[in-house]
């Protein structure tokens, strides 16, 4: 397995930037040439290093020898307008429509409707509502939640649910997850939370849907890093929506997490409405097989006992959809015993062909049963269920 290097390449990154910005305040220019041919080299490391994030190293590195070339040539401070940070306003710029372009990337189009998830209807039902009113000419005294907490165990649908609104407004769909903005831009955390917000009020309606929340904002301690802090002050910032425009437009903000109690207690102040979703019961279960078995035979299913079965082994949405798949693939392995013999054949041969379907029995889910294991237990729920009691609503 390779190394990571990146950690150590950045903290070095980090530790030639100082040096060079001491020198230009000092006044001593050589140093400061050195320093930022330094930091080009090592952002051309990174760039090797990090390969998904190759290109945006480069463009660094490229900047930051300019840099070196300017100050060789006696020009710098005097054709680049030099900010705090020792970078140009150009540079500023390019960095602005560098995250703007990322952000732009985390856009997708809802196509979920709301009878597209199997159950969860009292859920549903205080999603609806919440988007109806932020949507509707109202009062001034009438005023939305702008913030909507998801949690329960994994797989329960929460992403779905998030879907579903988007598309039932047609809004603007940003789907993040934690690791989009941790991972993508070391160091660089809240300016891409920042970027986020503005061109989600430009393209308002805008639903941004911060998934694994708690991974972005923990509980702060003392050996919370500066990066994480100011990462997530911001995020608190634009959370409280007081952005003037911001206020006249549409940005709802929904967050899911299945670990709530490791939320930072700032973060829970502003997500007011916090919606507990559980684990489908009998009534759930039976619309979900229903969802993930459609344009297939069921009538010799008994859902009752699949459903009774599911809930008592404690299935989440998602184990419910992978025993599904399990079962249909038992019957198409049966009916299909030579499948692997066409592998050899091209792509415009097999569009010829029929895969061979029969009517899924009871024992394909039986047998789908002894796969698919749920790796919650009864405590866990406890524990979702007593948060949701103290903290939900």
């Given at each position: 397995m390779p190394v990571d290097l990146s950690g150590p390449l950045l903290s070095e990154f980090e530790r030639a930037k100082k040096e060079f910005e001491r020198a230009v305040a000092a006044g001593d220019m050589e140093t400061a040439r050195r320093s930022a041919l330094r930091c080009a080299s090592i952002l051309r490391q990174l760039?090797?290093?990090?390969?998904?994030?190759?290109?945006?190293?480069?463009?660094?590195?490229?900047?930051?020898?300019?840099?070196?070339?300017?100050?060789?040539?006696?020009?710098y401070g005097r054709k680049a307008v030099v900010g705090a940070e020792g970078k140009s306003t150009t540079q500023e710029k390019d960095e602005e429509d560098q995250f703007r372009e990322y952000v732009l990337g985390l856009i997708s189009k809802s196509r979920t409707t709301w009878d597209d998830i199997g159950g969860l209807e009292d859920v549903k039902l205080l999603m609806m509502e919440t988007v109806v009113i932020a949507a509707l000419k109202k009062p001034a005294a009438v005023q939305p939640w702008r913030g909507i907490l998801l949690f329960g165990p994994p797989g329960t649908g929460k992403t779905l649910l998030a879907s579903a609104a988007a598309g039932s407004l047609n809004a603007t769909f940003f789907n993040v997850k934690a690791s989009s903005v941790l991972s993508k831009y070391f160091g660089e955390s809240s300016k891409i939370i920042s970027a986020l917000y503005e061109v989600a009020r430009e393209k308002a309606p805008s639903i941004v849907f911060l998934d694994e929340i708690d991974a972005l904002t923990t509980r702060r301690s003392n050996d919370t890093s500066e990066a994480t802090r100011r990462m997530l002050s911001t995020l608190l910032t634009e959370l409280e929506g007081f952005h003037g425009e911001g206020n006249e437009k549409l940005v709802l903000t929904l967050a899911a997490t299945n670990t709530p109690w490791d939320l930072d207690e700032a973060v829970l102040s502003r997500f007011p409405k916090r919606i507990y979703v559980p684990l489908p019961d009998k009534e759930a279960t039976k619309a979900i097989v229903r969802i993930h078995t459609e344009g297939l035979d069921i009538s010799r299913l008994d859902l009752d006992a699949i459903a009774e079965e599911s809930v008592r082994r404690l299935y989440s949405g998602r184990d419910i959809r992978n025993l599904c798949q399990e079962a249909i693939w038992n019957m198409i392995r049966e009916e299909n015993k030579d499948l692997h013999r066409l592998a050899g054949l091209p792509f415009e041969e097999l569009r010829k062909r029929s895969l061979r379907t029969r009517p899924l029995e009871m024992r394909d889910f039986e047998e789908a049963f002894r796969k698919i294991k749920s790796p919650l237990t009864k405590k866990d729920i406890e524990r979702y269920e007593k948060w949701a009691e103290e903290f939900g609503g």
């Open positions: 760039a090797r290093h990090v390969p998904y994030n190759g290109e945006l190293y480069l463009k660094k590195a490229k900047k930051w020898e300019d840099v070196a070339g300017q100050i060789e040539r006696g020009e």
